[in-house]
């Protein structure tokens, strides 16, 4: 999926540009999940509350890139996956 670039710098004009290209993207996933089986209400339920969790994940850590990485974290993170450190 692609996503188009912002066409302008004003702040209002580009939360709009935002908003229709994100309601664009949601509208295909929707449909998509649609196809899958989803309902659109429990898919749509479920979007909200991803979004919410990104929004919630950025606001702590809004560049993740730049935290040190930590092999024992990795070692954590794997716990209970089926991988090496279980």
């Known amino acids: ?47 909200l509350k991803a979004a919410q969790f990104l929004s919630d994940a950025n606001k702590k850590d809004p560049d993740p890139a730049d935290d040190p990485v930590s092999d024992a974290s990795a070692r954590q993170e794997q716990i209970g996956h089926g991988e090496l450190y279980d």
């Open 1 to 47: 999926m692609t996503f188009p670039p912002p066409k302008t710098e004003a702040p209002v004009q580009r939360f709009k540009e935002a908003t229709d290209a994100a309601r664009d993207a949601l509208e295909k996933l929707i449909a998509a999940a649609n196809e899958a089986g989803w309902a659109t209400e429990e898919i749509t339920a479920a979007l």
